[in-house]
């Protein structure tokens, strides 16, 4: 028997005006897969994201989770539902320290007040938890220094540390390579590939870099003007001469 999506999207659309950014895409996301979501400039891959997690919300269509629609549920509802999500941009604590960051998320998802000034001693077991998440990020070793200390590729680190002390189903990747120097891209891909070897966790990933998609996908998604133009095998979406020289902007393969 087949296995019901973690996530799915049916006919998920979103207008601008007159402008339809996503159009009836329709998508599902099995546990344990890495999928990636790729088009040109303008495609709608990150609209796409925003209707998942409720950065914005749908025209018509729905999306669900576990069988449960969530389509008109706020960002913290999905949230606690889920979906956790990293923005190409870090949104962190620049001033509090690596720990505190981490602290202060699994503080929250414990249900415990929210408070920026409780004293960290007073929550031995919340800061362990925040150890054991910082040295799977191998960031362990840096607990202790302010964010707006750390070289942008650790700040990426620590975004996905956020997102490992949300204990999500889905986790929602945009352009987590973003900025980062060729020498800091591999420790992300490796975060990344380490979370993917937890086959409980289905990641969504959008991604310009084909080098990044080639190592890490399971699948591939490709929009288009908003809506679905090829969905499969990585190396058959790649090798797909409308894929290549449309929306990934490659030269055809020779035939």
Same mark, same amino acid.
């Given at each position: 028997?087949?296995?019901?999506?973690?996530?799915?999207?049916?006919?998920?659309?979103?207008?601008? =005006? /007159?402008?339809?950014?996503?159009?009836?895409?329709?998508?599902?996301?099995?546990?344990?897969?890495?999928?990636?979501?790729? =088009?040109?400039?303008?495609?709608?891959?990150?609209?796409?994201?925003?209707?998942?997690? =409720?950065?914005?919300?749908?025209?018509?269509?729905?999306?669900?989770?576990? /069988?449960?629609?969530?389509?008109?549920?706020?960002?913290?509802?999905?949230?606690?539902? /889920?979906? =956790?999500?990293?923005?190409?941009?870090?949104?962190?604590?620049?001033?509090?320290?690596?720990?505190?960051?981490?602290?202060?998320?699994?503080?929250?998802?414990? /249900?415990?007040?929210?408070?920026?000034?409780?004293? !960290?001693?007073?929550?031995?077991?919340?800061?362990?938890? @925040?150890?054991?998440?910082?040295?799977?990020? &191998?960031?362990?070793?840096?607990?202790?220094?302010?964010?707006?200390?750390?070289?942008?590729?650790?700040?990426?680190?620590?975004?996905?540390?956020?997102?490992?002390?949300?204990?999500?189903?889905?986790?929602?990747?945009?352009?987590?390579?973003?900025?980062?120097?060729?020498?800091?891209?591999?420790?992300?891909?490796?975060?990344?590939?380490?979370?993917? !070897?937890?086959?409980?966790?289905?990641?969504?990933?959008?991604?310009? &870099?084909?080098?990044?998609?080639?190592?890490?996908?399971?699948?591939?998604?490709?929009?288009?003007?908003?809506?679905?133009? @090829?969905?499969?095998?990585?190396? !058959?979406?790649?090798?797909?001469?409308?894929?290549?020289?449309?929306?990934?902007?490659?030269?055809?393969?020779?035939?």
């Amino acid at each position: 028997m087949t296995e019901h999506p973690v996530l799915e999207t049916t006919d998920l659309t979103i207008r601008f =005006g /007159g402008h339809v950014a996503v159009d009836s895409v329709s998508c599902a996301f099995q546990r344990g897969t890495l999928t990636a979501i790729v =088009g040109p400039n303008g495609a709608g891959k990150t609209t796409y994201f925003n209707l998942i997690s =409720g950065q914005l919300r749908a025209s018509a269509g729905r999306v669900t989770l576990n /069988g449960e629609d969530i389509t008109r549920l706020s960002v913290p509802e999905r949230t606690e539902r /889920g979906i =956790g999500r990293a923005f190409q941009l870090t949104n962190l604590f620049p001033n509090l320290t690596v720990r505190e960051n981490v602290r202060l998320v699994v503080q929250a998802v414990s /249900g415990r007040r929210y408070d920026l000034f409780s004293r !960290a001693g007073s929550h031995v077991e919340l800061i362990e938890r @925040a150890e054991h998440v910082l040295a799977e990020v &191998k960031l362990l070793d840096s607990a202790d220094r302010t964010v707006a200390a750390l070289p942008h590729g650790d700040q990426r680190k620590l975004e996905v540390a956020l997102l490992i002390a949300l204990k999500p189903q889905v986790l929602m990747f945009d352009e987590p390579t973003a900025g980062m120097s060729v020498d800091e891209v591999p420790a992300i891909l490796d975060l990344i590939q380490g979370l993917k !070897a937890d086959h409980d966790r289905t990641i969504l990933l959008v991604e310009h &870099k084909m080098d990044v998609i080639r190592s890490l996908a399971d699948r591939i998604v490709v929009l288009h003007n908003g809506a679905l133009v @090829a969905d499969g095998d990585p190396q !058959a979406v790649i090798a797909s001469p409308i894929v290549q020289e449309a929306y990934l902007g490659m030269e055809p393969a020779d035939a």
